[in-house]
């Protein structure tokens, strides 16, 4: 009977995940956010202010952007707009791809940068360079993009940004500090592309998925005023004493002394022609998964979508949620989801393979061992890809030590080498679902019934 329970919420959890995936799904994002009507464009929706553009007063349209939900992003203007598209080119992470016919897609590395996106990038550059002031751009920026978009600075090479961009990644630096170096050794990111645009007029549509919904960290915001400068890029590598190739190193001190230029900033005539509208975020997952959850019967509290941190804290905090609900009924009572969204962080210290919300559901699985058997805990990313794995997450209960014991597996030993798809790979709990071509940060379900 416990295992058939267990089974059955394990259902549901997968059920209200692939709800809140589908709730920003990036071709109805598009659509919904951007109407035609009589020659004008409609940007916004019923809960946002529209605003009218007239196409009859631009000569050509051109699309670019870069993002694991571009594809389908383009593929929403494509059939919105049809021939009006002059042409346009994308970088998306492979397989990440839609069947275009107007504008043409760069298949790139992520989350490293490869030379694909490199030719890409440079492409779009040059594309954007082509814009006046009758002309308007079409931008579709979404998770991913930075590495997406990748154009190195001055004489620093890709194989050396590659090697600055895993030394954040494994440091536990925050998607904000690792954006910030980044817009500061590359020529496409803080608002960069914005100026290459100018003066054509650009409508820069983004998908979040970054904590808070800051427009100049999402991509690392190719065409939103940069609010960070060299001297913020300077104190992250300063703070983790990261090493860096010499190249790079002299690139910061460069801008540090003003020899090179600054990203463009709030205030610069540029932004005058750019409207950056946000069209999917976190918190609409959420409250996506919640209608699902609600409708099989579970009160839920949605407990944040800026949440941070290493992501065995968090896992614990989330654990410790469970335990509560079963023992008091407090936040709420059983049946109980509690919801929560953002981007944990992982410091590596072994050598295996997994991502954050893996690693997230192995350290909850520790925590909940043992516990009444009425629980299930959920970790996903909303991309399908967690870290550089075919998993999304993975989902776990109180008896998931239990049986990997009887697989000799030990739980503690996987989790001590970061190693988490390798555990949950030989125990079945991951979450497989295939690139969902969005990405609005992660999704965690903690259910008590």
């Given at each position: 009977m416990t295992e058939d329970l267990l089974r059955k919420m394990r259902g549901e959890a997968e059920?209200?995940?692939?709800?809140?995936?589908?709730?920003?799904?990036?071709?109805?994002?598009?659509?919904?956010?951007?109407?035609?009507?009589?020659?004008?464009?409609?940007?916004?929706?019923?809960?946002?202010?529209?605003?009218?553009?007239?196409?009859?007063?631009?000569?050509?349209?051109?699309?670019?952007?870069?993002?694991?939900?571009?594809?389908?992003?383009?593929?929403?203007?494509?059939?919105?707009?049809?021939?009006?598209?002059?042409?346009?080119?994308?970088?998306?992470?492979?397989?990440?791809t839609e069947p275009?016919?107007?504008?043409?897609?760069?298949?790139?590395?992520?989350?490293l940068p490869d030379q694909q996106g490199v030719a890409g990038t440079k492409k779009i550059?040059?594309?954007?360079?082509?814009?006046?002031?009758?002309?308007?751009?079409?931008?579709?920026?979404?998770?991913?993009?930075?590495?997406?978009?990748?154009?190195?600075?001055?004489?620093i090479t890709l194989e050396e940004k590659q090697a600055v961009t895993k030394r954040l990644l494994e440091c536990g630096a925050s998607i904000d500090e690792i954006n910030t170096v980044r817009k500061h050794i590359s020529f496409?990111?803080?608002?960069?592309?914005?100026?290459?645009?100018?003066?054509?007029?650009?409508?820069?549509?983004?998908?979040?998925?970054?904590?808070?919904?800051?427009?100049?960290?999402?991509?690392?915001?190719?065409?939103?005023?940069?609010?960070?400068?060299?001297q913020d890029a300077w104190e992250i590598v300063s703070r983790y004493a990261l090493s860096l190739p010499e190249s790079v190193r002299a690139y910061l001190k460069e801008g540090l002394n003003g020899n090179v230029p600054e990203t463009p900033k709030k205030g610069d005539p540029l932004f005058e022609k750019v409207h950056n509208f946000i069209i999917g975020s976190n918190i609409l997952a959420l409250e996506a998964a919640q209608k699902a959850a609600e409708a099989m019967g579970y009160a839920c509290l949605i407990l944040s979508s800026m949440v941070e941190g290493e992501t065995r804290e968090v896992a614990k905090v989330h654990a410790a949620l469970a335990k509560e609900i079963l023992q008091t009924g407090r936040p709420i009572p059983p049946p109980a989801c509690i919801i929560s969204g953002g981007e944990t962080t992982v410091t590596i210290r072994g050598k295996g393979l997994g991502g954050r919300n893996q690693e997230f559901s192995l350290a909850a699985a520790l925590e909940i061992a043992g516990i009444s058997e009425r629980v299930v805990v959920l970790s996903g990313g909303t991309d399908?890809?967690?870290?550089?794995?075919?998993?999304?997450?993975?989902?776990?209960?109180?008896?998931?030590?239990e049986r990997s014991e009887g697989l000799g597996l030990r739980a503690v030993e996987f989790l001590n080498e970061n190693d988490s798809y390798h555990f949950f790979e030989r125990t079945g709990e991951l979450l497989v679902t295939g690139p969902t071509k969005t990405n609005v940060m992660d999704v965690r379900l903690v259910m008590v019934r």
């Open positions: 059920a209200i995940f692939k709800a809140s995936v589908r709730r920003v799904d990036p071709y109805e994002a598009t659509r919904k956010f951007v109407g035609l009507k009589k020659g004008k464009l409609k940007l916004g929706t019923e809960e946002s202010s529209v605003i009218d553009l007239s196409l009859d007063g631009f000569d050509r349209v051109f699309v670019v952007g870069g993002g694991k939900a571009a594809a389908p992003m383009a593929k929403a203007l494509e059939d919105l707009l049809g021939s009006r598209i002059e042409r346009g080119l994308i970088n998306v992470k492979y397989g990440f275009l016919s107007r504008i043409d897609i760069q298949e790139a590395g992520h989350p550059l040059d594309l954007l360079a082509e814009g006046k002031d009758t002309d308007l751009v079409f931008s579709l920026i979404s998770g991913g993009g930075s590495a997406l978009l990748p154009l190195p600075a001055g004489a496409s990111k803080g608002g960069q592309m914005a100026r290459a645009a100018f003066p054509a007029t650009t409508v820069n549509l983004m998908l979040s998925d970054v904590v808070g919904d800051s427009m100049d960290v999402i991509a690392s915001g190719p065409f939103v005023p940069d609010s960070t400068t060299f399908g890809n967690d870290g550089p794995t075919s998993a999304a997450g993975a989902i776990v209960d109180p008896l998931t030590i």
